[in-house]
Antibody, heavy 121, light 109 residues
Framework: EVQLVESGGGLVQPGRSLRLSCAAS????????MHWVRQAPGKGLEWVSG????????GYADSVKGRFTISRDNGKASLFLEMNSLRVGDTALYYC???????????????WGQGARVIVS | SALTQPASVSGSPGQSITISCTGT?????????VSWYQQYPGQAPELIIY???TRPSGVSSRFSGSKSANTASLTISGLRAEDEADYFC??????????FGPGTKVTVL
């Protein structure tokens, strides 16, 4: 069974940094692209960032480009999101999401974690 | 959002409803990478359609997808009370970037 467990969320002041982690299990982590998707309270889904299986391709939403960095450690089956210069508007539940397919970024969000809550205030 | 969806759609049990997802030639119209998600309150979303019109294993055949030019559509046939949820489309917007639509709330009357 695919399991994605996020950690590292919390309350942080504007302008500060936070690092989210996602521990994956139940599948061969290094075979799949991974993503971060966020959802502000009472709002819709926002794709934040994605990374291919080998970290060769990385994409970011315009809203976070230059502030957030996605990375992965295939040996430890872990995904990360380094968030700098945080803004009040970054407040959301951040989901770790497994893509489908062959390891490239397809954007088919097949399996989701339960999310890590980030509050910037 | 670069994509537009109706804020709400409603129907009676047994009816069919269609949710549209309109983009541009740079996103929905540019590739097959269109997908749809169902989300119940307080839960993580679930993928219900990918590749415009393909259902993952375990997803009801009452859900179907299509695309014409810059508009993708999700149709729910034989509407049931359990279909009451939020639905989001997602599309390619560039080689390594994706975007979600704003979401549509489906109400079963």
């Amino acid at each position: 069974e695919v399991q994605l467990v996020e950690s590292g969320g919390g309350l942080v002041q504007p302008g500060r940094s936070l690092r989210l982690s996602c521990a994956a299990s139940g599948f061969t982590f290094g075979d799949y692209a991974m993503h971060w998707v966020r959802q502000a309270p009472g709002k819709g889904l926002e794709w934040v960032s994605g990374i291919s299986w080998d970290s060769g391709a990385r994409g970011y939403a315009d809203s976070v480009k230059g502030r957030f960095t996605i990375s992965r450690d295939n040996g430890k089956a872990s995904l990360f999101l380094e968030m700098n210069s945080l803004r009040v508007g970054d407040t959301a539940l951040y989901y770790c999401v497994k893509d489908m397919g062959d390891g490239q970024i397809m954007g088919y969000f097949r399996h989701w974690g339960q999310g890590a809550r980030v509050i910037v205030s | 959002s670069a994509l537009t969806q109706p804020a709400s759609v409603s129907g009676s049990p047994g009816q069919s409803i269609t949710i549209s997802c309109t983009g541009t030639t740079s996103d929905v119209g540019a590739s097959k990478y269109v997908s749809w998600y169902q989300q119940y309150p307080g839960q993580a979303p679930e993928l219900i359609i990918y590749d415009v019109n393909t259902r993952p294993s375990g997803v009801s055949s009452r859900f179907s997808g299509s695309k014409s030019a810059n508009t993708a559509s999700l149709t729910i046939s034989g509407l049931r009370a359990e279909d009451e949820a939020d639905y989001f489309c997602s599309s390619y917007t560039g080689s390594d970037t994706r975007v979600f639509g704003p979401g549509t709330k489906v109400t079963v009357l």
